[in-house]
T-cell receptor, first 114, second 116 residues
Framework: AQSVAQPEDQVNVAEGNPLTVKCTYS??????LFWYVQYPNRGLQFLLK????DNLVKGSYGFEAEFNKSQTSFHLKKPSALVSDSALYFC????????????WGAGTKLIIKP | DAGVIQSPRHEVTEMGQEVTLRCKPI?????LFWYRQTMMRGLELLIY????????DSGMPEDRFSAKMPNASFSTLKIQPSEPRDSAVYFC??????????????FGPGTRLTVL
């Protein structure tokens, strides 16, 4: 069965420190992976995606994610956290043979403390 | 572009009443999605339209829910009759034509529905 897991409900990071939000997946075949961010009282916003190619994907707001096939992970990273990065982050994986359906993680709340 | 537009932003209604949520996708996008978000169940896909045609409605919880897309620029999600367990945030999202196998979705701000 296909699945995506975000093992941490919440991540706390001090401003200026690097941050990592974890995501692991289980799919058959090549995965298409996505990160979205949700700010309070807002809809989800696309951050970045991995389809193929370079394992390090760069996205919006200085975020990047590293695809690791052997560990079936797609962790979201940023070298220096900002207080404004505080939000809910969702990882998602495309359902195989679908051009529209995603399996969504439960979300990780990221809190950046000044 | 103004992005995906949803109305109303907040809706409070009483059990048994009809509720209609509205969505205007981004111009040029041919795929439209309705999602429901709750603390307990997370983000759930309710229905997916492509070129105004419902392709997958397997996520619609029951017959009380219905969705329409009469044209490329408008969609509605209707709940009749509404129940307290329908209380959630409902998101509409749209996506542009796929030349590859998947393109990212653009979400509206959501409608927060409270059924008393």
């Amino acid at each position: 069965a296909q699945s995506v897991a975000q093992p941490e409900d919440q991540v706390n990071v001090a401003e200026g420190n690097p941050l990592t939000v974890k995501c692991t997946y289980s799919v058959s075949g090549n995965p298409y992976l996505f990160w979205y961010v949700q700010y309070p009282n807002r809809g989800l916003q696309f951050l970045l995606k991995y389809i193929t190619g370079d394992n390090l994907v760069k996205g919006s707001y200085g975020f990047e994610a590293e695809f690791n096939k052997s560990q079936t992970s797609f962790h979201l990273k940023k070298p220096s956290a900002l207080v404004s990065d505080s939000a809910l982050y969702f990882c998602a994986v495309r359902v195989m043979d679908s051009n529209y359906q995603l399996i969504w993680g439960a979300g990780t709340k990221l809190i950046i403390k000044p | 572009d103004a992005g995906v537009i949803q109305s109303p932003r907040h809706e409070v209604t009483e059990m048994g009443q009809e509720v209609t949520l509205r969505c205007k996708p981004i111009s040029g996008h041919n795929s439209l999605f309705w999602y429901r978000q709750t603390m307990m169940r997370g983000l759930e896909l309710l229905i997916y339209f492509n070129n105004n045609v419902p392709i997958d409605d397997s996520g619609m919880p029951e017959d009380r829910f219905s969705a329409k897309m009469p044209n490329a620029s408008f969609s509605t999600l209707k709940i009749q009759p509404s129940e307290p367990r329908d209380s959630a945030v409902y998101f509409c999202a749209s996506s542009f034509p796929t030349s590859g196998f998947y393109n990212e979705q653009f979400f509206g701000p959501g409608t927060r529905l409270t059924v008393l």
